[in-house]
């Protein structure tokens, strides 16, 4: 059974940091791609960062640049979001998910997998 369970989600003020953490399980998580997505009230979902299988590569959208990294652990089958610097406009569901082509990273439909999210708000 194919589980992603996201965790480290919570109410910061801005200007403050968090670390989002993903544990895999159910499949070869070396075999995946994996990602960080998020989805705003009324707005649609969208890549935040992503990692290829081994590490190497990465990929942090234009709105988070410079104020979060994205990390993985192939021991732990566990990927992270360290979000520093945060700001109101981060408040989202943030969610890890799955995917086997790195040419697919931006195309949520195409995801394997998906975990069911954690909330982060950023509010004084």
């Known amino acids: 059974q194919v589980q992603l369970v996201e965790s480290g989600g919570g109410l910061v003020q801005p200007g403050g940091s968090l670390r989002l953490s993903c544990a895999a399980s159910g499949f070869t998580f070396k075999d995946y791609h994996m990602a960080w997505s998020r989805q705003a009230l009324g707005k649609e979902r969208e890549l935040v960062a992503a990692?290829?299988?081994?590490?190497?590569?990465?990929r942090h959208a234009n709105p988070v640049k410079g104020r979060f990294t994205i990390s993985r652990d192939n021991a732990k089958n566990t990927i992270y979001l360290q979000m520093n610097s945060l700001k109101p406009e981060d408040t989202a569901v943030y969610y890890c998910?799955?995917?086997?082509?790195?040419?697919?990273?931006?195309?949520?439909?195409?995801?394997?997998?998906w975990g069911l999210g954690t909330q982060v708000t950023v509010s004084y």
């Open positions: 990692i290829e299988n081994f590490g190497i590569g990465t």
């Open positions: 998910g799955a995917v086997r082509r790195w040419a697919d990273i931006s195309t949520m439909q195409s995801y394997d997998y």
